[in-house]
């Protein structure tokens, strides 16, 4: 298939001669004596390839030529653009590719040059494009987050995160251990301009106040007894990218003011340095406290808190997702021991569904890991594989008092799988809708 290429030459006799020579190496010549014309005609035919004479008129000066030039690039930045100047004009010629022209070549012109130099703009014109087809192709498959689940709550959680993600907010992640948190801020990480740069996640509550201080903001050597050489901090290693701060409601208050500062100001100082740098960082946080007591405790600095909830987003629990937890089972086997087609019985759904799975989604992967090795061959899934621990007694200490709490609970599971909707509520559990009614307010669910 010809190759469109855009020659803009007024010149017609020397436009006459090269012709034949571009057509027979596979271009297809679209010839153009003007701006006005080699615009239109760009327009109509866009170009892979221009051979642009920087002398054109009504002026026959370079403003002609660069006016051309800017305006092809400003429609389609991919556009390689081989500029043609004057004996001695190296000034021009750099200019121009300096405004982005892929090459220059100065008359006059050597036809063996000029066809070398059009197939390497060719060459660098298809590699680009399949770059950029490969990275589509890429950002298509990738799973983002891998997040799983249809129940109203989760969906809210989710709908929020993509809103968020293509601006530079940061985003505090809450939720109870196991809800998912980490997925989610990768989730937001590559839906935002920065998911092609680092995503980098320290645990604020693994590391002693001195070692998180160091790991966050690097040191220099001999800052401190056992720094034997400088170090990078993970500031400085998710530079342009996204920092993930899991619990960092643990986060001691000396450290909180330093990363207050960073925050502030957009620069960090190493451990031991005396220069600060500066850096580009989108913070994501995470916690599985509740920030907002520990900020009137005195536990948490609250222009901190105020600085890390640009937007709060607010995972829920799964024994909140209804038959999410049944979608989440079914993926959890796929990745299993021992693989094979495992599936869930009936009576392992109705156990799923009861249990109150305090572990949340951790709790239920170990679950199917070990469903799957216990079943074995057998493939079909029973409750007596699933190991799950009896829950707590729940509240109270008489029988009508656990009984209200765990009635309790199945309404509020129910209203979470039915997305808030009383009437399916109330069929899922064989009741009539004021029956809910009467029950919702009788144990004060909204």
């Known amino acids: 298939m010809a190759t469109p290429l855009l020659w803009v030459e007024d010149d017609p006799a020397l436009r006459r001669v090269y012709r034949p020579l571009l057509q027979a190496e596979g271009f297809e010549v679209t010839e153009a004596g003007d701006p006005a014309e080699a615009l239109a005609a760009a327009r109509r035919a866009p170009p892979q390839v221009v051979l642009l004479d920087l002398m054109l008129p009504p002026s026959q000066t370079t403003a002609e030529g660069f006016g051309v030039l800017d305006a092809l690039l400003e429609r389609d930045p991919g556009t390689k653009v081989v500029v043609v100047t004057g004996a001695g004009a190296r000034t021009t010629a750099l200019e121009a590719v300096r405004r982005g022209a892929h090459d220059f070549l100065t008359k006059p012109v050597d036809p063996d040059v000029l066809l070398v130099v059009l197939q390497r703009a060719l060459a660098r014109a298809r590699l680009e494009a399949q770059v950029t087809s490969l990275r589509d192709q890429l950002a298509q498959a990738r799973p983002r987050g891998s997040m799983i689940g249809g129940s109203a709550p989760f969906q809210a959680a989710v709908d929020l995160a993509d809103r968020v993600a293509p601006t530079d907010l940061p985003v505090l992640v809450t939720g109870e251990n196991g809800t998912g948190k980490e997925l989610l801020a990768r989730r937001v990480h590559e839906a935002s301009r920065r998911s092609e740069r680092p995503f980098v996640a320290v645990n604020c509550g693994a590391l002693p106040p001195t070692l998180l201080e160091?790991?966050?903001?690097?040191?220099?050597?001999?800052?401190?007894?056992?720094?034997?050489?400088?170090?990078?901090?993970?500031?400085?290693?998710?530079?342009?990218?996204?920092?993930?701060?899991?619990?960092?409601?643990?986060?001691?208050?000396?450290?909180?003011?330093?990363?207050?500062?960073?925050?502030?100001?957009?620069?960090?100082?190493?451990?031991?340095?005396?220069?600060?740098?500066?850096?580009?960082?989108?913070?994501?946080?995470?916690?599985?406290?509740?920030?907002?007591?520990?900020?009137?405790?005195?536990?948490?600095?609250?222009?901190?808190?105020?600085?890390?909830?640009?937007?709060?987003?607010?995972?829920?629990?799964?024994?909140?997702?209804?038959?999410?937890?049944?979608?989440?089972?079914?993926?959890?086997?796929?990745?299993?021991?021992?693989?094979?087609?495992?599936?869930?019985?009936?009576?392992?759904?109705?156990?799923?569904?009861?249990?109150?799975?305090?572990?949340?989604?951790?709790?239920?992967?170990?679950?199917?890991?070990?469903?799957?090795?216990?079943?074995?061959?057998?493939?079909?899934?029973?409750?007596?594989?699933?190991?799950?621990?009896?829950?707590?007694?729940?509240?109270?200490?008489?029988?009508?008092?656990?009984?209200?709490?765990?009635?309790?609970?199945?309404?509020?599971?129910a209203l979470a799988a039915e997305g808030g909707n009383r009437t399916r509520a109330a069929k899922r559990l064989g009741l009539s809708r004021q029956g809910l009614l009467n029950k919702m307010a009788r144990f004060e669910l909204e």
Do not use: C
Not at 214 to 243: C, I, K, P, Y
């Open 214 to 413: 160091s790991t966050l903001f690097g040191h220099v050597r001999g800052a401190f007894t056992g720094a034997d050489r400088s170090r990078r901090g993970l500031f400085q290693e998710a530079h342009t990218g996204t920092l993930f701060l899991d619990e960092v409601g643990e986060m001691e208050p000396p450290t909180q003011v330093r990363l207050l500062r960073a925050l502030e100001s957009g620069e960090i100082l190493p451990v031991g340095a005396d220069r600060p740098v500066t850096v580009d960082v989108r913070i994501v946080s995470a916690t599985n406290r509740k920030l907002e007591e520990m900020v009137s405790t005195g536990a948490f600095r609250d222009d901190l808190y105020w600085r890390l909830r640009g937007i709060e987003i607010t995972l829920p629990p799964l024994r909140d997702r209804g038959d999410d937890v049944l979608l989440l089972a079914r993926h959890f086997l796929t990745d299993a021991p021992l693989g094979g087609p495992h599936t869930l019985s009936p009576r392992a759904e109705d156990a799923l569904r009861a249990h109150p799975w305090p572990g949340n989604l951790r709790e239920l992967r170990h679950a199917m890991q070990r469903a799957a090795v216990m079943a074995g061959p057998r493939r079909l899934i029973e409750p007596q594989d699933l190991g799950l621990r009896a829950p707590d007694t729940p509240d109270g200490d008489t029988l009508a008092e656990q009984v209200e709490a765990l009635e309790r609970r199945a309404i509020a599971a």
